[in-house]
């Protein structure tokens, strides 16, 4: 079962495809590039907005869906 999604900005680029994502409020959330982002290599940088799905059972994870 998918998660919720939100928008956040990137803030930090991690080893492996993983970013540290501003979603508001002072939260932050580890997300990591997937589908059509990891393949097309879009490339993410600090303060680029992104649309992220978070995991159903660790809010503080999540993955990244699209580049906005």
Do not use: W, Y
């Amino acid at each position: 079962m998918p998660g919720s999604r939100c928008q956040g900005s990137v803030v930090e680029e991690l080893p492996q495809l993983v970013f540290r994502v501003d979603v508001g409020k002072g939260r932050e959330v580890l997300a990591h590039a997937v589908g059509m982002t990891e393949r097309n290599f879009v490339r993410l940088l600090p303060g680029d907005k992104v649309e992220i799905e978070l995991a159903a059972q660790d809010v503080t994870r999540g993955r990244i869906v699209r580049k906005l």
